[in-house]
């Protein structure tokens, strides 16, 4: 998300491919170690029913992401552009980029908190 913040239309394109290649990198480590490990104890009978889940589950969350984007960008675009407004898009990547911070911080309690609670099970 910061590096789309920086885009512009002087942006070079190799910026561009740089910042597609972080997110496509991103995306392929995170979907298939979530989908292991949401399909890991799920006995055999059940594969075709978490697979389904855990891909209703992308799919909604990239539908909510877009959803959040949009309403973010409207909030910075001015009434009066004719064109979107590059500003806009700028502020919507860089709060964008503060939410997934935010939920960096609780996916790394949250880890803590599991590892904690493991260890004081056995």
Request: with cysteine; charged share 10%; hydrophobic share 50%.
């Given at each position: 998300?910061?590096?789309?913040?920086?885009?512009d239309q002087q942006t070079s394109?190799?910026?561009?491919?740089?910042?597609?290649?972080?997110?496509?990198?991103?995306?392929?480590?995170?979907?298939?170690?979530?989908?292991?490990?949401?399909?890991?104890?799920?006995?055999?009978?059940?594969?075709?029913?978490?697979?389904?889940?855990?891909?209703?589950?992308?799919?909604?969350?990239?539908?909510?992401?877009?959803?959040v984007f949009a309403l973010i960008?409207?909030?910075?675009?001015?009434?009066?552009?004719?064109?979107?407004?590059?500003?806009?898009?700028?502020?919507?990547?860089?709060?964008?980029?503060?939410?997934?911070?935010?939920?960096?911080?609780?996916?790394?309690?949250?880890?803590?908190?599991?590892?904690?609670?493991?260890?004081?099970?056995?």
């Amino acid at each position: 998300m910061l590096m789309f913040s920086g885009w512009d239309q002087q942006t070079s394109v190799l910026y561009l491919v740089i910042s597609m290649l972080v997110l496509g990198i991103g995306m392929g480590l995170y979907y298939p170690t979530n989908a292991f490990l949401g399909m890991q104890d799920l006995p055999d009978q059940n594969y075709g029913t978490g697979s389904a889940a855990i891909s209703t589950s992308k799919s909604l969350g990239k539908l909510g992401g877009v959803l959040v984007f949009a309403l973010i960008f409207s909030h910075f675009q001015t009434e009066a552009a004719s064109a979107p407004d590059p500003g806009a898009f700028q502020n919507a990547f860089l709060v964008g980029a503060g939410i997934a911070c935010i939920a960096l911080v609780f996916a790394l309690l949250m880890h803590n908190n599991t590892h904690k609670a493991m260890e004081g099970s056995d």
